[in-house]
């Protein structure tokens, strides 16, 4: 029953995380340009992300003319899973965490890196050049960042002598690792590698602006395009989130109380 209940929650949490991280960056994004972004679909667009949902579930679904079908549906499938796993080992609090993996970091570190497989696979499976073209590049990108961000954590693991997340977090009780000089320096590239590996802003290059398509998902409709995003937000959140566990003293931030 327990399980049961863990694996509800991050099936509800993680799509609603997403959602309205995308309500989020709609809403920046539109005052930066000065326009208002989502403000029709509920208080101040908040259903916004519903109504985008419906819309994508009951839009047509292309696959191109000489695809793989089964690699073309299996591709943004893969690419979700890793980012849902992720959750099992993000310690949200005192003794709020689904599985305490005494080799939680290395779960981390081995899990994250199935979604260039994820990427290249619907690149591939598109059988479109501009598709396979924006694969490459984006797998090339996340293969680069995390040779850093790898190494960015290393030094976590000697100072604590753990893989444990919750170890990690509790080795931060007198001092978060941010504080001192090479935590500083850990935490900027660690967070920057991260940024780069899930190709946010402003690393957003695969995604091929300059060509007019939008990267190795630009066969995709639908729901199967949601997905993508869907993948892409969750990791996003996840790299904040491993940035905070890692550096930033996990739960015992100053605002939150020592649960």
């Keep these: 029953l327990q399980l049961v209940l863990v694996i509800a929650a991050i099936a509800t949490i993680a799509p609603a995380i997403m959602m309205y991280l ?33 819309k994508m579930l009951i839009k047509e ?12 549906l299996l591709a ?15 310690p949200f609090g005192r003794n709020m965490i689904a599985v305490d993996l005494n080799v939680g970091l290395l779960y981390v570190l081995a899990v994250s890196s199935i979604s260039s497989y994820a990427i290249f696979m619907g ?18 990108q996340i293969i680069s960042y995390e040779v850093p961000s790898v190494l960015s954590v290393v030094v976590v693991i000697m100072v604590t002598s753990t893989l444990s997340m919750a170890g990690i977090v509790e080795a ?39 060509e007019i398509v939008a990267g190795f998902h630009t066969e995709y409709s639908g729901m199967k395009f949601a997905l993508w995003y869907m993948a892409e937000f969750l990791e ?24």
């Design 22 to 54: 995308t309500w989020l960056e709609r809403k920046l994004i539109a005052r930066m340009q000065n326009r208002f972004g989502p403000n029709r679909v509920g208080i101040y667009g908040l259903l916004q992300p519903l109504s985008d949902g419906l």
């Design 61 to 72: 679904d292309i696959v191109p003319e000489g695809a793989d079908r089964l690699l073309h």
């Design 76 to 90: 943004p499938i893969l690419a979700v899973v890793p980012a849902l796993l992720l959750f099992a080992v993000l």
């Design 123 to 140: 690149g591939g499976a598109s059988r479109s050049k501009f598709s396979a073209l924006g694969a490459m590049r984006a797998v090339a």
């Design 172 to 210: 931060q009780a007198s001092q978060w690792f941010v504080c001192t000089p090479w935590g500083f320096v850990g935490a900027v590239i660690f967070f920057l590698s991260g940024v780069a590996e899930v190709n946010r802003t402003p690393f957003d290059m695969p995604e091929a602006e300059s």
């Design 236 to 259: 996003a959140f996840a790299v904040c989130a491993l940035t905070v566990t890692f550096f930033l003293g996990g739960w015992q931030g100053p605002p939150v109380p020592f649960w």
